[in-house]
């Protein structure tokens, strides 16, 4: 009874970060965030899912403060993620410059709507190198076994166009090459 209680609790101050968070999201200027294209919807997949694309490349942590990041992130993808959607990370071309610490990706999964969880159907990561390889096993040690099922290595665009037909990607070029 009594961790059932905390687990309540512990859902319900999830919930009120999210939806202040939420609130923070809106009432700022995200722009510049916006601007460097990390994120962006692109067609829907066999089932009809959205597809959201992350530029893994455009990322640079010392120059796009976290919880600027984090708000777009949250205001980008709250309506996307009440429904059915799939994630495909292009990791091409990003360097070590590139990469968020596991410290900001766990702050960033925990500050998330369940709804984010639980609507995500496939996370693609698209030509990962050997430090996201390791990082996506370190991060398994807090994620959902449901989130751990979900994530796919894709080392070329032909095994992910099994996936998703190649006219519902908008591709950036440079993962083209």
């Known amino acids: 009874m009594f961790l059932s209680c ?7 101050l999830a919930q009120q ?6 609130r923070r999201a809106k009432n700022e200027n ?3 965030i916006a601007s460097k294209n990390l994120i962006y919807q692109s067609g829907t997949d066999s089932f009809g899912r959205a597809i959201v694309c992350v530029n893994g490349k455009f990322y ?19 309506a996307i ?8 990370y292009f990791n091409a071309e990003a360097t070590s410059d590139n990469h968020p610490d596991l410290s900001f990706i766990r702050e960033v999964y925990e ?5 984010y969880r639980r609507n995500l159907k496939l996370f693609y990561l698209v030509h990962p190198t050997w430090w996201v390889k390791l990082a996506v096993s370190i991060m398994n040690t807090f994620f959902t076994s449901d989130v751990r099922e979900k994530m796919r290595n894709i080392e070329n665009l032909g095994m992910l166009y099994q996936s998703i037909s190649p ?6 070029e440079y993962v083209m090459a």
């Open 6 to 12: 905390l687990f309540l609790l512990r859902g319900e």
């Open 81 to 88: 993620a009440s429904r059915d959607y799939v994630i495909v």
């Open 167 to 172: 006219q519902q990607l908008n591709i950036p």
């Open 17 to 22: 970060t999210y939806l202040r968070l939420l």
């Open 60 to 78: 640079n942590p010392s120059e796009v403060n976290k919880d600027r990041a984090l708000l777009y992130l949250i205001l980008y993808m709250d």
């Open 30 to 32: 995200l722009s510049d």
């Open 111 to 115: 500050s998330l709507h369940p709804k």
